[in-house]
């Protein structure tokens, strides 16, 4: 399984950015995807969740800010991330928990300015 995250950038407080984690090696409509981020010095941190049966969840600090989408036949996970913040500076990774492993992407980083 490999998953690769890209998307990322720098914004202004306001502005939106789509992050994208492209799957290989499983079948992503089968599975709960993930997005968390991570600052370092801190604990990675659970954004959103995506389940096989199309049901949405978000921290709190990003809903109504964030949509989790995705496009199984083109095995992509979608972060669309509106109205940003700087508290939403992270490094920000893809995730799948499969066959009792964690998998994780490389990660894509996420600056916002003020």
């Known amino acids: 399984v490999q998953l690769q995250a890209s998307g990322g950038g720098l914004a202004q407080a306001g502005g939106s950015l789509r992050l994208s984690c492209k799957a290989s090696g499983i079948v992503l409509s089968i599975n709960t995807m993930n997005w968390y981020r991570q600052v370092p010095g801190n604990q990675r941190e659970w954004v959103a969740s995506s389940t096989s049966n199309g049901r949405a969840n978000y921290i709190d600090s990003v809903k109504g800010r964030f949509t989790i989408s995705r496009d199984n036949a083109k095995r992509t996970l979608y972060l669309q991330m509106n109205n940003l913040e700087p508290e939403d500076t992270a490094r920000y990774y893809c995730?799948?928990?499969?066959?009792?492993?964690?998998?994780w992407g490389q990660g894509t980083q996420v600056t916002v300015s003020s």
């Open positions: 995730h799948v928990h499969w066959r009792s492993r964690d998998y």
